[in-house]
């Protein structure tokens, strides 16, 4: 047996209705992956028009991709950095205080390479509270980041990541526990003129 594109469907996956996909498709062309930085609060009602839970405070940068905002929920005080690809054709929940850094992709789709046909294969990705996600690197279709987890640049999550741990590498792999110190008080010296 061999593979089979032409024989390809979508299964059980549906992306909405033609005139919403439609409609989204120039909004993100034009708005969110356009290089000119339009308000943040613009790219907020948007999302919020198409369906997408925002909380308060998201930083959307340049560039930025999103498939479906109808399955797509962000918490409060996020950032998505420039070129950042939410490719969500299942549900993706972001928690509260998520940095999502410049070039990193969130899939959920994949395909089943034992079936000749190579349907889908979808599964829901979650951010936990306080998850740094660095630059260019992976989150795969169902997995889960627990709270103040870091994946690094580069690395690729293709399995939940536990709270609290620093992961690396393809596949990434925990190398050390994440910790964190109170931030420093500067004070100014100032002299009398």
Request: hydrophobic fraction near 45%; charged fraction near 15%; charge should be positive.
């Amino acid at each position: 047996m061999k593979t089979n594109l032409a024989a390809f469907n979508t299964g059980s996956y549906y992306a909405g209705p033609k005139w919403k996909v439609l409609a989204w498709y120039f909004c993100n062309y034009y708005i969110l992956n356009s290089a000119f930085p339009w308000p943040f609060a613009l790219k907020r009602g948007l999302l919020r028009l198409f369906g997408a839970r925002i909380g308060k405070g998201l930083v959307i940068k340049t560039r930025v991709r999103i498939k479906c905002p109808w399955r797509l929920t962000i918490g409060d005080h996020c950032w998505l950095g420039e070129d950042v690809w939410i490719d969500n054709l299942a549900d993706v929940t972001i928690d509260d205080h998520v940095c999502i850094s410049q070039g990193a992709l969130l899939l959920t789709g994949n395909h089943d390479y034992k079936q000749p046909d190579f349907p889908y294969r979808l599964g829901e990705i979650h951010v936990a509270s306080g998850v740094w996600i660095g630059a260019m690197a992976v989150v795969c279709a169902g997995v889960t980041c627990g709270a103040h987890a870091v994946l690094t640049v580069n690395a690729v999550a293709s399995k939940d990541l536990e709270p609290w741990l620093i992961y690396s590498g393809n596949p990434a792999v925990a190398v050390r526990k994440r910790e964190m110190v109170s931030p420093s008080v500067k004070v100014l010296n100032v002299t009398a003129i």
